[in-house]
């Protein structure tokens, strides 16, 4: 198929496409009218890596996935580069949960702190005027 076809097929543009070769994750076959010509494998190596993108994998971390379908596998993390990317992975998604879960805490207690203060102030005239909401 040309690369129109597979940027249609894959949900994706032909700039894109042309990006993955540059980067060596599409091969550069050419035919002999000299277009570009992909094939089915190559749709698939493109659905691993628009579902990884999906995921939050960066273009580079998609490498083993696609080199592990082009080796024969018949998925993407069938391979142990694969698997080991999947750990990293999981590696930095924790710390950023934790992350989140730190500032989810410091934000709750300024809320509280925030709700108490103006609990404290209810009862001592008439409330400050918010420009803002509620």
């Known amino acids: 198929m040309r690369i129109g076809e597979l940027a249609e097929r894959a949900?994706?543009?032909?700039?894109?496409?042309?990006?993955?070769?540059?980067?060596?994750?599409?091969p550069a076959r050419r035919g002999g009218n000299g277009y570009r010509t992909y094939d089915e494998a190559d749709l698939r190596a493109l659905r691993q890596i628009r579902t990884l993108q999906d995921f939050g994998f960066e273009l580079e971390e998609t490498r083993p996935f696609v080199e592990c379908l082009r080796a024969g596998h018949p998925e993407g993390d069938s391979c142990p580069a694969s698997l080991a990317v999947y750990r990293r992975k999981l590696g930095e998604l924790?710390?950023?949960?934790?992350?989140?879960?730190?500032v989810r805490e410091k934000v709750g207690a300024q809320l509280e702190r925030a709700e108490?203060?103006?609990d404290a102030l209810a009862g001592e005239g008439p409330s400050p005027r918010c420009e803002l909401g509620g």
Request: aromatic content about 8%; proline content about 0%.
């Open 11 to 26: 949900g994706t543009s032909t700039r894109t496409l042309r990006y993955y070769e540059s980067r060596g994750l599409l």
């Open 94 to 102: 924790d710390a950023l949960i934790g992350e989140l879960t730190a």
């Open 116 to 118: 108490e203060a103006m």
